[in-house]
């Protein structure tokens, strides 16, 4: 039972560029997000999959587009990388009211 | 805008000594509520979470919880350099459907 994985842990690129950023659970996890912390701002959701086959928008989400492949892996997509997107990226699932579960982390430095 | 409130400290205490973190959030409605650690470059762990008034306790943990003045305190028994991390409260508002929004955490600082 590996929890919540993330792939890559670390990825520098240049401006314009793009990635995709790769989560998956095996937790049987209704619910994913996507959120990113950067120093004195705390966890910021960019974007959500209440449930398989549904993506929502949460509070930072231009920029990324997000894909809910099937109920273990949620991705996010950054089409055209810029410095202000630089920032630790962290996955998380959970079941519906209950504990929310989170990734390793993938830390992103775009030049 | 729904909102949850922490002071980013440091908090520094002496080992041994009672840690109090606290965090106030703006909606009433709120219905459960997370306490997460997150040691520096790891992800946030889950502490604890409540969902009605009063304490919840486990090991040297508390976590008290108060809807009528809309906050939500961690308290820290006996604590140790291991302690030291920064701990974000989470909040899962009425209406927020399955989302939590997090405050910007509390850096913890357990000194020998």
């Known amino acids: 039972n590996a929890g919540v994985t993330q792939t890559p842990k670390f990825q520098v690129l240049k401006t314009g560029q793009s990635m995709t950023l790769q989560c998956a659970q095996d937790m049987n996890h209704n619910s994913m997000y996507w959120y990113r912390q950067d120093p004195g701002m705390g966890l910021r959701l960019i974007y959500y999959?209440?449930?398989?086959?549904?993506?929502d928008k949460g509070e930072v989400p231009n920029g990324y587009n997000v894909s809910r492949l099937n109920k273990r892996e949620f991705s996010l997509r950054l089409e055209s990388a810029a410095p202000s997107q630089t920032s630790v990226y962290f996955c998380?699932?959970?079941?519906?009211?209950?504990?929310?579960?989170f990734g390793p982390g993938t830390r992103l430095l775009v030049l | 805008q729904k909102e949850v409130e922490q002071n980013s400290g440091p908090l520094s205490v002496p080992e041994g000594a009672i840690a109090s973190l606290n965090c106030t959030y703006s909606?009433?409605?709120?219905?459960?509520f997370f306490w997460y650690r997150q040691y520096s470059g790891k992800s946030p762990e889950l502490i604890m979470f409540?969902?009605?008034?009063g304490d919840k306790e486990d090991g040297r943990f508390t976590a008290q919880l108060n809807k009528a003045s809309q906050y939500v305190s961690l308290l820290i028994r006996d604590s140790q350099p291991s302690d030291s991390a920064t701990y974000l409260c989470?909040?899962?508002?009425?209406?927020?459907?399955?989302?939590?929004?997090f405050g910007t955490g509390t850096q913890l600082k357990v000194e020998l």
């Open positions: 999959s209440a449930s398989e086959g549904t993506t």
């Open positions: 989470a909040v899962n508002f009425e209406g927020g459907g399955n989302k939590l929004t």
């Open positions: 998380a699932s959970r079941r519906y009211q209950e504990t929310q579960y």
């Open positions: 409540i969902y009605s008034n």
């Open positions: 909606d009433r409605g709120s219905q459960s």
